[in-house]
């Protein structure tokens, strides 16, 4: 006190507005994947802070599989050690079912809830309540180096199958040092090589359940999809298949070690980005192979943000989503980072720019790729889930993850895939009988 009567007048008050300033902040706890838009989003915290200056970010940015894990048990347990979380297309529904997040009911008008695709938004919904806001959302696709397809010989498909594929990996695997006839995930988890897998299945004519929600992992479908699988990747496939995930391939093929890449839409950007990729010159598309049917071939996914009803902080959480996902924030990392990096598959307006879609190449492709997944009719065979590349049932989590490890062993050498599908199998019984879906 003795100190202030010796400030002048105007340094004393300055002093006072920035304690003030500094007492009103709030600080809030957002969890994200390490994936290439989210690192993006964290480098823009300076912009959001700016903007909004009593809210400060602490960001946890933690590799797929952890951060589902460390969500799970805080949303769980209402913990609350996470004010905003990213979560995706199979939690949202689930867990406001459960009432573990916030309705997103009342946004600005200036957010343009209608700018949003339709069935992004709907599978963040419940009872056609926002629950989460889209960052980005994404479909599968096939990305190949064009130069080595010219340069065998090879001309792509306008849909190409799985034995076209594994005949064009023959091929091209090993013509350069190095390369890989494909890349695919082999890395265990319900979200990374289960996702991929998934659709495979799909397009064998497989299936997770049949009507009654009896277990098919042991089907001849779902057999033939994962020993097709476990060749191509130990025939033409990279040295460690099995520990890569999306990030690990999208490295590797960015690098210019795989002729081939079926994975996520949400790569694309990246791989047409010459700071970012060697093969942006090179690089061509397709749509995600089929084999028996082109059912649920390609998958559909939202990467979104969420706030768990356990936050402390509501309304600063709801300030960073909101911007997080707006057309202003598109058009930030579009002029900052480039069109090819702005956050895809979420807003009309995005492709109703000519700005993006100079830029990007692709994007009326993703976007009717996105448009085209179907979570209610995703198999040859009827089934009673939603869901293209997962099962919209609470226990699919622990399923889709313990059926990937046995997976990612057959794929190692560990164990056959016909022991590794019967094993799942049980294991899978065994869960949906406690689950009470079986007698």
């Given amino acids: 006190m003795r100190l202030a009567r010796h400030l002048p007048v105007s340094a004393l008050a300055a002093a006072i ?4 300033q500094a007492q009103a902040q709030t600080e809030i706890t957002v ?13 823009l915290t300076e912009a959001f802070e700016e903007a909004h200056p009593d809210i400060t970010l602490d960001w946890v940015v933690l590799e797929e599989n952890v951060l589902r894990q460390r969500m799970t048990t805080d949303i769980a347990t209402g913990g609350g050690q996470f004010d905003v979380m990213t979560i995706g ?18 946004l600005p008008d200036d957010y343009n809830e209608d700018d949003l695709l339709a069935s992004v938004r709907d599978g963040l919904s419940l009872d056609g309540t926002l629950h ?3 960052f980005y959302a994404e479909s599968s696709m096939m990305y190949y180096r064009q130069d080595l397809f010219d340069k065998a010989g090879i001309e792509m498909s306008d849909q190409p199958t799985w034995e076209e594929v594994r005949e064009w990996a023959g091929e091209l695997h090993g013509s350069e040092e190095g390369l890989a006839g494909i890349c695919l995930r082999g890395k265990p988890g319900w979200g990374e090589n289960m996702a991929f897998v998934s659709t495979l299945v799909n397009t064998y004519g497989g299936r997770w359940f049949d009507e009654e929600w009896n277990p098919e992992l042991n089907s001849e479908e779902w057999m033939n999809a994962i020993q097709f699988y476990v060749d191509l990747l130990n025939d033409y496939g990279p040295p460690g298949a099995s520990s890569n995930g999306f990030n690990e391939n999208l490295a590797l093929f960015s690098r210019g070690n795989c002729a081939m890449w079926v994975d996520a839409t949400s790569a694309a950007g990246k791989l047409y980005d ?30 979104a ?10 309304d600063a959480a709801r300030e960073f989503i909101t911007w997080a996902t707006s057309q202003e924030y598109i058009e930030l990392v579009g002029e900052t980072e480039g069109w090819t990096s702005v956050p895809p598959g979420t807003r009309e307006s995005t492709y109703a720019n000519e700005q993006y879609t100079e830029a990007a190449p692709f994007a009326d492709f993703v976007l009717k790729a996105i448009q085209d997944a179907d979570p209610t009719d995703s198999t040859l065979e009827p089934n009673p889930y939603v869901g293209v590349q997962f099962v919209g049932i609470p226990e ?17 050498g560990d164990t056959t895939v016909e022991q590794a599908l019967e094993s799942a199998q049980r ?4 869960t949906m009988q406690r689950a009470g879906y079986l007698d």
């Fill in 274 to 303: 010459a700071n970012e990729s060697d093969v942006a010159d090179s690089l061509g598309f397709a749509p995600a192979p089929v084999a028996e049917t082109p059912k649920g071939s390609h998958w559909l996914w939202s990467w």
């Fill in 396 to 412: 699919f989590q622990s399923i889709g993850t313990q059926v990937g490890q046995t997976i990612a062993a057959a794929l190692t």
């Fill in 132 to 134: 989460a806001l889209p």
């Fill in 31 to 43: 969890a994200t994947v390490n994936n290439n838009d989210m690192v993006i989003m964290q480098s």
């Fill in 17 to 20: 507005a920035l304690s003030s």
């Fill in 427 to 430: 294991a899978t019984e065994r």
């Fill in 305 to 314: 943000l969420a706030i768990p009803a356990s936050s402390e902080n509501q």
């Fill in 89 to 106: 297309t199979y939690e949202v529904p689930i867990w406001a079912e459960r009432g573990w997040l916030s309705p997103l009911d009342n």
